[in-house]
């Protein structure tokens, strides 16, 4: 029976989860997400891809789109990953990445990298602030590598050091805050 909440049945999702099974080797492109609604659905398939990622409505992900920065990453124009990231309301807060998640299919082939990259360079004057759960191996792999290619310098943080909302996740959600300091990266 067709689920309206479920995207698994949408027209198009079976044809694009199936080339993901065969993806080329091209480069990935990294760009930003448009407020359309092929935007919005191509972030709701990665998100029904990803574990730890809720699925958002269309709706929802084009209002996100609107409201802040997602830059999407496209294999031979599939998109295979995307990040969600808000600058803090002052100069002096951080640019916080809020989510980013690649597809099964597309992992550990620098795309996390390559997308965190990405939103660094269009803030450079801004540390960088996410919250990851403990035991996500891969996401702090991924942070401690991103530090190290900016010349960052990854530290741990106070729970209370910034809201949950900035951070991507709800009360009550365990993640940890760690902050990168760039003061290193302009030497
Ligand atoms: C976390 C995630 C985005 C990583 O994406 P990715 O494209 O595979 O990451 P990269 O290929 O850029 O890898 C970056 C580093 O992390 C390492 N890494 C990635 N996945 C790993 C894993 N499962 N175990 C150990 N190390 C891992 C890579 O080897 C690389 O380190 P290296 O250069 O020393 O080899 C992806 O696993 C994902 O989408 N997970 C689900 C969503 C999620 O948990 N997001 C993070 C919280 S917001």
Redesign the pocket.
């Known amino acids: 029976m067709f689920n309206p909440s479920s995207p698994y049945h949408e027209p198009g999702f079976g044809a694009w989860k199936q080339r993901l099974g065969a993806l080329p080797s091209s480069e990935v492109v990294i760009r930003e997400a448009e407020q359309t609604a092929q935007d919005g659905r191509w972030m709701r398939w990665m998100q029904a891809d990803?574990?730890?990622?809720n699925i958002q409505s269309v709706e929802y992900n084009v209002s996100k789109i609107e409201q802040q920065l997602v830059l999407l990453a496209e294999i031979a124009d599939y998109p295979v990953?995307f990040c969600c990231v808000l600058a803090g309301r002052t100069n002096s807060d951080p640019l916080f990445?809020?989510?980013?998640?690649?597809?099964?299919a597309?992992?550990?082939?620098?795309?996390?990298?390559?997308?965190l990259r990405a939103a660094a360079v269009r803030q450079p004057q801004r540390n960088i602030a996410?919250?990851?759960?403990d035991d996500?191996?891969?996401?702090r792999?991924?942070n401690?590598?991103?530090a190290q290619s900016i010349r960052g310098n990854i530290q741990r943080v106070p729970v209370r050091r910034f809201r949950p909302s900035d951070l991507?996740f709800a009360q009550g959600e365990h993640h940890h805050p760690w902050m990168i300091d760039r003061q290193h990266e302009a030497d």
């Open positions: 990803c574990e730890s990622t990953g990445i809020q989510l980013v998640a690649v597809v099964p597309a992992r550990q082939r620098g795309i996390g990298l390559a997308l996410m919250a990851t759960l996500n191996v891969a996401a792999r991924l401690d590598r991103f991507g």
